[in-house]
């Protein structure tokens, strides 16, 4: 086995188990409404973005 077939890509894992257990959803906000809503997420107390909107989003589907 050669040096580069041992060589371990820690990003290409990373990518591939996201793929794999995620779904992605893309949100458009106008410029400015991100930071907004992050910062309104910190202080409700969650430590993503990504936290706050799938709470929001469980939230308004009565998850």
């Known amino acids: 086995m050669s040096e580069q077939e041992k060589k371990f890509d820690a990003t290409k894992y990373k990518n591939d188990f996201q793929k794999e257990k995620y779904d992605r959803i893309i949100v458009n ?3 400015g409404d991100k930071k907004k809503i992050d ?3 910190k202080k409700q107390g969650y ?3 990504n936290a706050f ?3 929001a ?3 308004k ?3």
Do not use: R
Request: glycine share 0%; aromatic share 0%.
């Open 61 to 63: 589907m009565n998850m």
């Open 39 to 41: 910062e309104n997420a």
């Open 47 to 49: 430590k993503s973005l």
């Open 53 to 55: 909107v799938v709470d």
């Open 29 to 31: 906000v106008p410029k």
């Open 57 to 59: 989003i469980k939230e």
